[in-house]
T-cell receptor, first 112, second 113 residues
Framework: SQTIHQWPATLVQPVGSPLSLECTVE??????LYWYRQAAGRGLQLLFY??????ISSEVPQNLSASRPQDRQFILSSKKLLLSDSGFYLC???????????FGSGTQLSVL | GENVEQHPSTLSVQEGDSAVIKCTYS??????FPWYKQELGKRPQLIID?????GEKKDQRIAVTLNKTAKHFSLHITETQPEDSAVYFC????????????FGKGTTLSVSS
């Protein structure tokens, strides 16, 4: 069966520090991969999605970037974190003919 | 791009009552409309979905209706129970492979016993 791993679960970072959140999917090949951010009162905001290695679509111009170095690995990065980057970050995948989206367990990021 | 509006933002009902959450979308090309439930501290999970070739779908106590002409869809929960308390998100997406889901802002449902 397919599983999605996301880490770390919580992260506290100072303003101006770099960020790297990693997500991997097991049990499937060529998944569609997504990064969402959940902030209070703003629901689930799509940040990036990828339909293949090296293919990244950005939905919201901001301080973050994403990369997909391997088929089942999706990384969210920042060179310098801002206070406004705080939030709950969720990685997700979908695949094949199914339109279902499966979420990782999330990373609670606090930028202080 | 797609924009999804969801109402209400909070909803309080008594156990046994029905709950209705409504969403509207902007992109007439969207054809897939799922609903997700997120319990406190947990990840969102799919509870039901509907495609544009169907007007209504039921699964036990939950049902979803879709009106493509008006571009709105709704979630109906009957005989609510305390364990239905959670945040519910609607979403919409188009038909192309890998097209991302665009979510509404969520509805916090509280069911009191």
């Amino acid at each position: 069966s397919q599983t999605i791993h996301q880490w770390p679960a919580t992260l506290v970072q100072p303003v101006g520090s770099p960020l790297s959140l990693e997500c991997t999917v097991e049990g499937t090949s060529n998944p569609n991969l997504y990064w969402y951010r959940q902030a209070a009162g703003r629901g689930l905001q799509l940040l990036f999605y990828s339909v293949g290695i090296g293919q990244i679509s950005s939905e919201v111009p901001q301080n973050l970037s994403a990369s997909r170095p391997q088929d089942r690995q999706f990384i969210l990065s920042s060179k310098k974190l801002l206070l406004s980057d705080s939030g709950f970050y969720l990685c997700a995948w979908s695949g094949g003919a199914s339109r279902w989206l499966f979420f990782g367990s999330g990373t609670q990021l606090s930028v202080l | 791009g797609e924009n999804v509006e969801q109402h209400p933002s909070t909803l309080s009902v008594q156990e046994g009552d029905s709950a209705v959450i409504k969403c509207t979308y902007s992109d007439s090309a969207s054809n897939y409309f799922p609903w997700y439930k997120q319990e406190l501290g947990k990840r969102p999970q799919l509870i039901i979905d509907i495609r544009s070739n169907v007007g209504e779908k039921k699964d036990q106590r939950i049902a979803v209706t879709l009106n493509k002409t008006a571009k709105h869809f709704s979630l109906h929960i009957t005989e609510t129970q305390p364990e239905d308390s959670a945040v519910y998100f609607c979403a919409a997406s188009g038909n192309q492979a890998g097209t991302a889901l665009i979510f509404g802002k969520g509805t916090t449902l509280s069911v009191s016993s």
